[in-house]
C-alpha cells in the first residue's frame, strides 16, 4: 500500500477502546474521565492532543521500562516542555499515557489529562509513577496505532493537532501490517511519530534489526511534520524524549538536533513486513 502523507482520505470506522473507567476512579478523575488540574472541560479546545505509546514487550528489560517511564515523567514536568506549552494559541494541551505489546494488549495507564501548567504536569507524572511496570509478549505497533487513534477519535476533545507518539524496540510481528494501520489514521488527520529504541547490540537469534530508525522512518511514522528520534544509548532517552514532546506540543525545532529525521516520502528502505518473517522464520506461526 503506498504511504498516505495527507489528510485526503475520508475517516474509516475506528475500533472503540475502553477508557479506563476504573483506573479514572481510583485517580479521582473528573466527570468524563478527563483529569484536569485547572477544571477545563472536555469540549474545549486544546493546541494538540497526544497519546504517548509506550512499548512494554519482552523484548524490554525492567531496567530500561523504568528508564522510558521516567523519561516521560522527566519530560512532561522540564522547564522547556513547559514553556512551550504557551506558545500554542490555547496554552493547553491533552495527553494520555498508554502501554502496549501484541496485538490483544494496549492498557491506558494514565486517561486524557489536561496540561496547561506544572501542575497540571506534575499530576500527570505521578499517576505514570504510581502505576505498576508491567511485561508483555510479543510485538504490535499496528495495534497500538489503531487503539490510539480510537482514543483519540473517542474522546471528546476538540485539539487543532492530533498526534500518536510511539516509543519502541522491535519491529511489527503481530496483528495488521504497521504500514497499512499507519495510513489509515493518517488519512483520518492524525500524525504518528516515532522514537525507535536502539540501546541493545542486535542478536542473530533474536527477533532485533540493525536498521530500526530506517524502518521506524519508512513504515511508522507519518503524517503532516512526521519524524523520528533514534535513541541510541541510555544516556540518550531523557532528552530525546523532552525533544520530542517539545516538537510535538510547539512544532518548535530546537537547535543542535542532527538525530530529528523526517519521515521518508520515498518506497521503503526496509520491507515493511521484516517483522512477520522474521517470526515466522524463528517459530513458524
Not at 504511504?3 to 475500533?15: D, E, I, Q, S, T
Not at 512532561?76 to 494520555?96: H, Q, Y
Not at 483520518?188 to 516515532?194: D, K, Y
Request: hydrophobic residues 45%; charged residues 20%.
Amino acid at each position: 500500500m503506498a504511504c498516505v502523507r495527507g489528510w485526503k482520505a475520508l475517516a474509516a470506522p475506528a475500533r472503540r477502546p475502553v477508557l479506563g473507567l476504573m483506573l479514572g476512579l481510583s485517580l479521582g478523575l473528573f466527570p468524563g474521565g478527563f483529569l484536569a488540574a485547572d477544571g477545563a472541560r472536555a469540549d474545549e479546545p486544546v493546541d494538540v492532543e497526544l497519546v504517548l505509546a509506550v512499548d512494554v514487550s519482552y523484548s524490554m528489560d525492567l531496567d530500561e521500562l523504568a528508564l522510558q517511564r521516567d523519561g516521560y515523567m522527566r519530560a512532561v514536568t522540564s522547564p522547556e516542555f513547559l514553556n512551550a506549552l504557551k506558545l500554542g494559541p490555547n496554552g493547553r494541551v491533552a495527553i494520555a499515557y498508554v502501554e502496549w505489546a501484541g496485538i490483544d494488549e494496549q492498557k491506558l495507564v494514565v486517561d486524557w489529562t489536561f496540561i496547561s501548567g506544572a501542575r497540571d504536569a506534575e499530576r500527570f507524572a505521578q499517576a505514570i509513577r504510581q502505576a505498576p511496570l508491567r511485561r508483555v509478549y510479543r510485538t504490535s505497533i499496528s495495534g497500538a496505532i489503531e487503539y490510539s487513534a480510537g482514543l483519540i477519535e473517542q474522546n471528546g476533545i476538540r485539539g487543532l493537532r492530533r498526534v500518536i507518539d510511539i516509543s519502541g524496540d522491535g519491529t511489527n510481528n503481530q496483528g495488521p501490517l504497521v504500514d497499512a494501520a499507519r495510513d489509515a489514521v493518517v488519512a483520518r488527520g492524525i500524525t504518528v511519530n516515532g522514537l525507535p529504541l536502539m540501546l541493545k547490540e542486535v542478536a542473530g537469534s533474536m527477533l532485533d534489526i540493525g536498521q530500526l530508525d530506517i524502518y521506524y522512518e519508512d513504515c511508522v511514522i507519518g503524517g503532516p511534520g512526521a519524524f523520528v528520534i533514534p535513541v541510541r544509548g541510555t544516556h540518550e532517552f531523557a532528552d530525546a524524549i523532552k525533544t520530542k514532546l517539545v516538537l510535538e506540543i510547539a512544532g518548535v525545532v530546537p537547535p543542535n538536533q542532527p538525530l530529528i529525521r523526517p519521515a521518508n516520502a520515498d518506497a521503503p528502505r526496509i520491507s515493511c513486513t521484516i517483522g512477520e518473517r522474521m517470526w515466522m522464520e524463528r517459530w513458524g506461526n
